[in-house]
């Protein structure tokens, strides 16, 4: 979910959809909105000569779009075996349930009311589908369940909301917590560091080649937020929405309620830390 214009990280042209890595392959959900940019990206994961694939958030509940997803792996020559989820919001996992059903997969999630099967994901845990391999990434902050994938053979980072590939993300109060959300981008950044991290494969939008700039850009975004809301309640704007009125100017009057959900996490923030 989004509520700004542009992101830096050289965002990939064309539309989106289609083949974004040697490995990695999206398939764009029917539900464009100003909270779900051009809509879900479901991402299809595979090793180039395997059979097996992996799914990474197949979506809002459309049979159509699931049905495009499974016919798209089958195009490929390739099974689905194995159904992941970044976080729980229904644009991501609505679908999850009828999509094991048509392929017959488990579903793996952080959170246990979304798993199918016994096994969960956690950190340090790695999936190893068809010889593919994805390392999970806990990237709490959007939401509490919030997950990234790594997947080192494309250099590459599956960031669910954490990450979008154009504008920004929500804290999405009270599940989501800004000091957690800060903590994760770090994480994040590490990986475009340490791990040689340099294309982001995002839930919502275009594919970002500068991975490093895309994570630099959204913590001097945050921090520079949580600027303008200390400066604002030392104003003497107090709720969070006589803060959004003041703060969000530049953002569409629509998206003022997905704006507010940050700003609490953000007042949340300023309060644990004694700066309010």
Known sequence: MTYAAALPGQPRGGGIGGRATERALCVLAPNPSPMTLDGTNTWL????????AVVIDPGPLDDA???EVVATAERAGKRIALTLLTH???DHAEGAARFAELTRTRVRALDPALRLGDEGLGAGDVIT??????RVVPTPGHTADSLSFHLPADAAVLTGDTV??????VVAHPDGRLGDYLDSLRRLRSLTVDDGVSTVLPGHGPVLNDARGAVEYYLAHRANRLAQVETAVESGYRTPAE???HVYVDVDRSLWPAAELSVRAQLDYLG????I
């Open 129 to 134: 589908t068809g010889g593919l391999e994805l």
């Open 243 to 245: 803060v959004v009125a």
């Open 65 to 67: 779009h699931l049905k």
């Open 45 to 52: 994961v595979s090793e180039p000569d395997s059979d097996l």
């Open 88 to 90: 729980g919001h229904p």
């Open 272 to 275: 644990e830390h004694g700066l």
């Open 164 to 169: 979008l590939g154009r504008g920004t993300t």
